[in-house]
């Protein structure tokens, strides 16, 4: 497998030539910022939830708009925690939200009591001639059923219940090729993180739960967010045969955006080459939240 940090690999290129091989563009966490994204060509999108920040309504059918622009062949989307309907911020909240992000606003933030409320199935469902599946604790096939893909509700991931992926590997020859979580994994205390910085390898002690589900049902390859200082790729050896599975911080949204324009304050998306032959990432480019 090998991978980058930063560089030119998926930037321009063209989808991949290589029939056994799906190239995957995979974001998270846009916030209402995925049209000031650099997107990249691909096979498959996917987004590991959160396009909404704090429950805009408004949010939600603008990145629906967005993607149904898109020149995918296939586009698979997560929730997160702030797609749903949230609770109204006190104004002592409101005004350390408004310190916190140039974006929030005590006036928007405290909108969000009285705004429409979100049901993010109901939106996606409205979309008209939608290519965009959206997975709740559900399973759909991809690459012309090549590639199978999970996705876990942001409800499951807030209860740290995967029983439903497991029920699933029960019952199918093979696991998922790809698990989507929005929330974090907590990785093995044996792994060594060598390529992140101090502050991003705290971002990967999340949640012991959703690292087992991935390891006990072999799954190659588990996409997230999040946590957005924790961007970034790390493998971990599952078999002594040396199979591994990739867990992908893919946040989109960097860390801290205050005075940033948008299209600075978001990253390009992560890029894996899948062979669903072999069942294994063979290849990624992962922007990280520093490049120019």
């Not at 063209?14 to 974001?27: F, G, P, W, Y």
């Not at 974006?103 to 409320?117: C, G, K, L």
């Not at 991809?142 to 740290?160: F, K, M, T």
């Amino acid at each position: 497998m090998s991978g980058s940090g930063s560089g030119g690999f998926g930037t321009n290129s063209s989808n991949t030539t290589d029939t056994a091989v799906v190239r995957l563009v995979v974001i998270s966490d846009t916030h209402g910022l995925h049209e000031s994204i650099p997107m990249v060509r691909g096979d498959v999108l996917i987004h590991c939830g959160d396009m909404a920040n704090r429950g805009s309504v408004e949010h939600v059918r603008s990145c629906i708009q967005w993607l149904n622009k898109l020149n995918y062949t296939e586009i698979v989307v997560i929730d997160g925690n702030h797609d749903r309907t949230r609770p109204a911020p006190t104004t002592a909240t409101a005004n350390a939200n408004a310190n916190a992000n140039a974006r929030t606003t005590v006036s928007s933030a405290a909108a969000t009591a009285t705004a429409e409320p979100l049901d993010v199935r109901k939106e996606f469902q409205k979309a008209a001639n939608s290519n965009i599946r959206l997975l709740q604790d559900e399973h759909v096939w991809c690459a012309n059923g090549r590639l199978s893909i999970y996705g876990a509700s942001w409800q499951s991931c807030e209860a740290g219940d995967f029983s439903k992926l497991c029920n699933l590997s029960l019952v199918s020859s093979s696991p998922p090729d790809i698990l989507l979580a929005h929330i974090n994994p907590r990785l093995p205390r044996e792994i060594r993180i060598t390529k992140l910085s101090n502050s991003s390898k705290q971002a990967w002690k999340g949640s012991t739960n959703l690292t087992r589900a991935v390891l006990t049902n072999r799954i190659p390859l588990c996409c997230s967010g999040h946590v957005h200082w924790g961007r970034g790729v790390v493998p971990v050896q599952r078999s002594r045969s040396g199979l591994f599975s990739y867990f992908v911080n893919a946040s989109s949204q960097k860390p801290t955006v205050k005075g940033f324009s948008d299209s600075e304050a978001v990253t390009a998306p992560v890029v894996i080459d899948y062979d669903v032959v072999k069942r294994q990432a063979i290849n990624y480019h992962c922007p990280s939240h520093d490049d120019d």
